[in-house]
């Protein structure tokens, strides 16, 4: 089922039932309420990297007892139940909770869904709200958010933590005892009953509501949690400055930081929920799944005969995935997964390089889409959609004042190189990056035939990260460049302030700066890269995911520039394709309107931090490293030189494709992705991994290939 978010309205109306007065009985303090809401915190000494962290002194008290102060003074709870289990280790959990008086249930240590349905049913919850003891900044305001959320909706679950908004280390999960007495019988896998809730948030039987953070920005890449002595070492620093009386809020949390940037580094460096991935390497390995790709073949054959190299886009060929097991071919897509033509289904990662950012057959979109069928697709006038998606685009993206439609990224490329030439009178370009198919930037590739020597020699290459390269330029070239046109992130952050660098140098040549937005435009944040680093260029160029797979690309910048387009030749037959522009107006209003930018940081962070955890786990992350940002993100391959490896990458790639994940490579999340996507996606990792990691021992990774490896898409000189 789907995940709904909840708006802060309906939390406000949810709210005037758990903000009335209530009376406090005593013994047990039990609140006085309609149904019995029990916050249970999941306690116990063991831990792989910090033992006994949950009795750990913070400002004269035990971890534990912080959190279960701070979960008592949510207004929503009517009882705090520490779960622990019934090894001899936590003994100590016991006799601390008699000395405080706290109640305390024992059980399983390994089955901890038997655990915590056992202790539910013991004090009689009847909705119950999960933390867990390594939070102990936990504050009581977003417990009660969260409840607000499950009783306003028709919810079998509400966290904050299915899109995580909140910093790590505020979670809080709410269900009823119905699902999970649901979850109790029929959970089976070992990593389903060892944490608890996995299975209500991922196997499709129940119904989800996730809690954004309020402040409407992400807060997710902060760590509040207590899994690593750095994180011990960090919660120490809050209760210090803050005070022991363990009043403070979250949002006083939030003002320290923004006044001592630096406690962020105390622990900013450790993975989010490190076991929970740690222990999809303790399952088994999946197996492959039955399959043929015969009609793929067989297509494949035939379009050899009537389509140079088999394709239209040399990165969707057949030359980037290991044929004899990859599909050639696919006929469908919904959501995030697709279907080859011989009907095997996969998750998709590629997601068409990139374009996909909602999901195939998003239904937003496609209601578009066919309303504006049924009024036609091209006119011989310009159609009233042109203006509305201008006005969408200039209202989302900061340097933007107009608009320029094309169809694909490398049109707009060319229109804003050749803006870039019109405005200043220039000629040469430096570039950074891949920057599309036309003689401008091509030639400056080893994929260079066919482009004359002459244009070649206009095109100046220069390195991302190093200043240096691009000053050398200027300084060989005085008074000669045009502009300057890079991604602003590829897979590589900018480091020492290189995009403001680059800015402050344009502005001092007299060239312009363009970002390349094809890609990270609508992906990192709804203005693209540009809005995510506070960096604004004078043109920037769009493509890809606006349209949410509709072919569609734009050229945006002021006006003082953009109006030279009336006088510089870019006009094309289908640049306001009205099919294509319904396609975008539904697509920039979900960006615009829903937490998509949130889940592709949430859902791809997931998978980048799983496969850190699972690559050391196997000891293999000398030969696999995922590298990016969220949204997207590329695993790289390397062999025992530590030189990149396609044939490492083309064993990887097999074993994946054979259990049902297509992947190429690139990671680029969607907003259909679900968690359960993600996690099966870990489990297939975990047993490619496990492959490579054994054929790299043996030296024998060609020998595992059941075809041909993948090959570069740039020819090598």
């Known amino acids: 089922m789907g995940i709904d978010t909840v708006s802060s309205l309906a939390l406000a109306l949810a709210a005037k039932e758990s903000a009335r007065p209530h009376r406090w009985i005593e013994p047990g303090r039990v609140m006085e309420r309609e149904r019995n809401i029990v916050a249970i915190v999941q306690a116990r000494m063991g831990s792989r990297r910090l033992p006994g962290k949950v009795l750990a002194d913070i400002a004269g008290e035990a971890m534990l007892g912080r959190v279960v102060a701070r979960a008592w003074r949510a207004r929503t709870v009517n009882r705090v139940v520490v779960a622990t289990s019934d090894t001899a280790a936590d003994d100590a959990v016991e006799a601390f909770c008699g000395q405080k008086n706290y109640a305390v249930f024992r059980g399983s240590e390994t089955d901890v869904l038997d655990r915590y349905y056992r202790a539910a049913k013991v004090f009689g919850a009847e909705i119950i709200v999960r933390v867990t003891a390594e939070c102990p900044l936990l504050d009581p305001e977003v417990i009660d958010r969260v409840v607000a959320a499950y009783l306003a909706g028709d919810c079998d679950y509400a966290s904050n933590t299915l899109v995580c908004t909140y910093p790590d280390g505020l979670d809080a999960e709410v269900f009823s005892a119905t699902a999970l007495e649901s979850a109790w019988y029929t959970a089976r896998r070992e990593t389903d009953r060892e944490h608890v809730t996995p299975y209500l948030r991922s196997s499709g039987r129940f119904r989800l509501r996730n809690v954004e953070c309020e402040l409407g920005r992400s807060l997710h890449h902060l760590r509040w949690t207590v899994d690593e002595p750095g994180d011990l070492e960090f919660v120490r620093a809050i209760y210090a400055r803050l005070g022991a009386n ?110 996909i950012i909602l999901g195939h057959g998003y239904p937003a979109v496609d209601e578009a889409v066919r309303r504006q069928m049924a009024d036609g697709m091209a006119f011989s006038l310009p159609h009233p959609l042109e203006v509305e998606v201008a006005e969408r685009m200039i209202a989302m993206i900061p340097c933007a004042e107009m608009v320029r439609f094309g169809k694909n990224g490398s049109d707009a490329t060319a229109g804003a190189v050749r803006l870039a030439r019109a405005f200043t009178g220039r000629d040469l370009i430096a570039c950074c990056g891949y920057h599309g198919w036309q003689d401008w930037y091509i030639g400056s590739t080893t994929f260079n035939r066919g482009v004359p020597s002459a244009v070649r020699q206009l095109t100046l290459t220069f390195e991302y990260n190093r200043i240096e390269s691009l000053k050398r330029i200027f300084a060989e070239h005085p008074g000669q460049v045009a502009g300057v046109i890079l991604e602003p992130v590829g897979v590589i952050e900018p480091q020492d302030d290189f995009l403001q660098q680059i800015k402050e140098l344009c502005r001092r040549e007299g060239a312009l700066l363009i970002f390349d937005e094809v890609i990270t435009g609508f992906r990192l944040a709804r203005g693209g890269a540009q809005e995510y680093f506070g960096v604004v260029p004078d043109l920037a160029c769009f493509g890809k995911a606006m349209a949410n797979g509709y072919p569609l690309s734009a050229v945006v910048g002021p006006r003082e520039i953009m109006k030279v387009f009336e006088e510089t030749f870019f006009s094309f037959t289908f640049g306001g394709e009205a099919l294509s522009l319904a396609a975008a107006n539904a697509a920039m209003k979900e960006i615009g309107e829903t937490n998509v930018i949130a889940h592709l940081w949430e859902q791809g962070r997931q998978l980048i931090d799983g496969i850190e955890i699972l690559a050391r786990e196997f000891h293999v992350d000398r030969f696999i490293r995922c590298v990016g940002l969220p949204p997207r993100s590329v695993v790289t391959f390397f062999d025992e030189s530590e030189r990149e490896s396609l044939l490492v990458k083309s064993l990887f790639q097999q074993e994946c494709l054979k259990r049902g994940v297509l992947f190429s490579g690139e990671q680029n999340i969607c907003f259909s992705h679900s968690t359960e996507d993600i996690e099966y996606t870990l489990r297939v990792y975990r047993t490619a991994m496990e492959i490579v990691g054994e054929a790299m021992r043996r030296g024998n990774v060609r020998e595992q290939l059941e075809g041909e490896p993948v090959q570069p898409v740039f020819p090598k000189t």
């Open 246 to 355: 363990a009043d403070f809020s979250w949002r006083e949390i939030l003002s320290l930081l923004d006044a001592e940037p630096s406690l962020t580094e105390v622990n900013g460096l450790w993975v989010r929920n490190a076991g929970y991935y740690r222990s999809f390497a303790q399952e088994p390995a999946l197996a492959a799944r039955p399959r043929t790709i015969r009609k793929s073949l067989r297509l494949k054959a035939r379009a050899e005969s009537v389509i140079p190299a088999a394709t239209q886009t040399l990165g969707k060929g057949p030359s980037q995935y290991v044929q004899g097991v990859a599909p050639v071919f696919l006929a469908r897509g919904k959501g995030s997964h697709v279907w080859d033509v011989d009907g095997n289904e996969y998750i998709d990662y590629p997601m068409a390089l990139g374009p």
